[in-house]
């Protein structure tokens, strides 16, 4: 979890909101957790994506694969043991990923 609380406070310098990080049902076959945030719009959301690949890949860590970076509204960026998503408000609303993770261990990160 140590490389999620890296990409929020990554997501933080970008000036995200609503930071969470979901440390999820061990066996859950997914990830370990996720890291949600959100961006006010488009240009917001690529900005933060691309501040956490930076600082992850100078921690030696790249992601596997990425989503969504055309349409700029959800994008989603695969490590493996974890996954970074990051929203538009509209997006993050639509989808609720919280809720429907409802079961993970649930942190808020701010400043």
Known sequence: ?????AAARAALAKQAEDVVVLELV???GLAD????????NQRQVVAIIDEIEEKLRLEGV???HL???PRREWILMDYGPFVI???TPKSREFYDLE???GGARREEVKD
Not at 1 to 5: P, R
Not at 33 to 40: C, E, L, M, N, P
Request: with cysteine; glycine share 14%.
């Open 1 to 5: 979890m140590e490389f999620c609380q």
């Open 26 to 28: 061990e066996g859950s």
């Open 33 to 40: 957790g996720f890291v949600i945030a959100t961006g006010r």
């Open 62 to 64: 790249k992601p596997r």
């Open 67 to 69: 989503e969504g970076y």
């Open 85 to 87: 998503h990051v929203f």
């Open 99 to 101: 809720r429907l993770w």
